[in-house]
């Protein structure tokens, strides 16, 4: 299977063009390719006996060199007289029936149909930019109709993005087929940041316009076509090879630690993402061993979103211990079928030197390295689309610890697991172990009472909800004093149930309202994850920001403890928990008067921009007068507890851990079943907090 690439830079604006087209100066025509690189396209799309319309030829050698090897039937036009009788000067006399014609390119003398082909060596990169693209629109119109059926109009082109939009789309309007082959550049040691592919535009002209357009792409002169059914997709496409090929520039010419480069390889025929790349240098100075220059490390499906392969600390932390000069980490893609590590690595291999470090020799043996030979399990049980979130997958993969899991993402963010939880037998109430494929199969199937497997509501698999549960000791739940004490409690936010079903089970006297804005979340954590309403566990289907309002426009209710614990969707903010409203000041006050005296407030926060972090912080110290904070490790998560009167700093962390070991005692208290307990250490969550 080849594959394509598809990485993330931007070739559409005009300032990267602008700075593109100063940097080649008068070397124009250097930067389309000389013949040699030309010349397999263009003898497979021009016969040698074909007349050849050769549009702005201007001074490039490439008619001489046509000429040369048997095409005799050339007719070169230029609208510049100093090029034309330049031209016809140099070639009098080796090439006395190559001509050159003064000829306006947009109104030429040739009758209708009288050429096989029509070429075009930059020529409309040059004209696109003059009177907004119509002169190029009008010389394209030009050759079109002196175009015989079936002739090609074949252009050498850089694809600004303006450019091949024109004439692609001018084509597809007049219902010419459209291929385009990228011409990818040939390893070099030039200093030159703008390495960029030439490609080949092919346009054939139709006896009957096309009513379907025929867009197709072809990596190298000989790569099979790919179909595309849109203008868009095949623009798309373009982009993704020119950031290909500054990727891969970058690449051999310098090693950063800190940059992470990335990119995604695609189906050939599909298009649809396989593998994604991202490349980890080694911190300048490290001392590595000289044959480990290099390496590829393939991620077991499943373990994606750890931290030690989706950030770039752990992928920092990951090329060190590994100890090469430099490691590409690769993760595999949803919705795609992978043999065995053998077939990967097959697959993979051709792709591999594009990515070496500076240096390296071309047949240096690369290593593929991976967590115990093992490429993961996993498996999709459920699809569908919400209207607030877009399209999301239900999937059961196989955890490190050898157990099945349950996971809810959506596919608009695909590195976060929007919720987890552990499954179980229903038989055995054991850890739900699958050893193969096979016998996974059986978990494939909605959480119900009659189904073979269940979620383990006692296990919390984010460890910002074993802090919230934690950090009930600061309400001295369990103590003797608070034994009977009724505790109410407001989440808002309820991914696939599993803190506030802990609670609700776990937690002796509580009762829970959940607000949850999207109903087909509430809807797959009834189907997938075993959630369970009840009278004691709540669900308002609506804004949480709307609901909170309300309640404090209300009066009358109060809780003991309110939790923000939902996900921010605009994730170019450097704030991906919570939205910004909810964490402004007028919010924030609205929580304050919805506490009980002794009520806390828990906010899952996580933001990597530290000024952004502290501004939050600085609004929640504003309201609430005493305000711990728990870091989560190897994550961009904490978690905020704000407490609505002042609490002695001094004192409240050591009362805490007695507070811990009473709350843990009551957790396990009203559970006997060894099928149905909670699997959750309170000391240890309780451990790094500390006063803000």
Known sequence: ??????????????EYWEKFFKKRGEKAFEWYGNYNKLCGVLHKYIKVQDKVLVVGCGNS?????????????????????????????????????????????????????????????????????????????????????????????????????????LAVEHFVDVGFAVRL????????????????????????????????????????????????????????????????SVLRKRLRTGTDATSNLSVTLCH??????????????????????????????????????AWLYSSSEGRRHLAASANFRRLVVVTMHRNQE?????????????????????????????????????????????????????????????????????????????????????????????????????????????????????VDSGFLCCTHHEVMVASLAMLGIGTPQNKDVPVSVLLVGLGGGGLPQFLRDFVPNITM???????????????????????????TVGDGLERISALATEGGVLFDVIMF????????????CPPAAFVETPMLQKVWSLLNPRGVFMLNLACRDSTLRNNVLERVRDVFPTVLSRKIEEETNEVLLCARETLDAAHILPTLNQAGRDLQSSLCSDRTEPD?????????????????
Not at 279 to 289: E, I, L, R, S
Not at 680 to 688: A, N
């Open 513 to 539: 309202e959940v607000v949850e804005l999207d109903p087909v979340v509430l809807d797959v954590a009834k189907q997938w994850f075993g959630f369970q309403p009840d009278d004691r566990l709540t669900v």
């Open 181 to 244: 082959h990228c011409l990818q550049e040939e390893n070099s040691t030039e200093e030159d940041s703008f390495a960029l592919p030439v490609f080949v535009l092919v346009c054939t002209k139709f006896r009957q316009p096309m009513s379907t357009p025929i867009l197709e792409m072809c990596l190298g002169e000989n790569g099979a076509p790919v179909r595309h059914t849109q203008v868009t997709t095949l623009l798309s496409a373009v982009r993704e090879h020119q950031a290909y």
């Open 268 to 305: 050939t025929k599909t298009g649809l993402p396989r593998y994604s790349l991202t490349v980890q240098d080694c911190a300048p100075g490290a001392k590595v061993p000289r044959p480990n220059q290099f390496a590829i490390f393939i991620v077991p499906q499943g373990s994606e979103t």
């Open 676 to 692: 149905h307990r909670p699997h959750i250490d309170i000391e240890t969550m309780l451990k790094g907090l500390k006063v803000e």
């Open 61 to 165: 050698e490439l008619s001489e060199q046509l000429y040369d090897v048997g095409y005799k039937h050339l007719t070169n036009i230029d609208i510049s007289e100093t090029v034309v009788t330049h031209m016809n000067q140099r070639n009098a006399t080796r090439r006395p029936d190559l001509t050159f014609h003064q000829v306006d390119a947009t109104q030429t003398p040739y009758e209708d149909a009288s050429y096989q082909a029509a070429l075009d060596k930059g020529t409309l990169d040059a004209m696109a930019s003059e009177e907004e693209g119509a002169l190029a629109r009008n010389m394209l119109t030009e050759v079109g109709r002196v175009l015989s059926v079936g002739g090609r109009y074949v252009c050498v082109t850089l694809a600004q993005e303006s450019v091949i939009k």
């Open 338 to 454: 992978y043999p065995d590590m053998e077939a990967v690595q097959s697959e993979l291999s051709p792709m591999v030197m594009d990515l070496a470090p500076p240096g390296m020799s071309a047949n240096h043996q690369v290593p593929f390295l991976s967590v115990g030979g093992d490429l993961g399990w996993r498996e999709e049980v459920s699809r569908g689309v919400s209207q607030l979130s877009g399209e999301y997958c239900v999937e059961n993969v196989k955890g490190e610890d050898g157990g099945l899991y349950r996971r809810l993402v959506f596919l608009s963010n695909t590195g976060l697991v929007q919720s987890e939880s552990r499954l179980m037998s229903s038989k055995t109430g054991s850890s739900h172990k699958k050893k193969n494929k096979k016998k996974a199969k059986a978990a494939a199937a909605p959480v119900s009472s009659s189904s073979p497997i269940k």
């Open 565 to 576: 614990d939902v996900d921010n969707k605009d994730s170019t903010l450097g704030m991906s």
């Open 1 to 14: 299977m080849s594959l394509l690439p598809r990485t993330a830079e931007e070739f559409s604006s005009a």
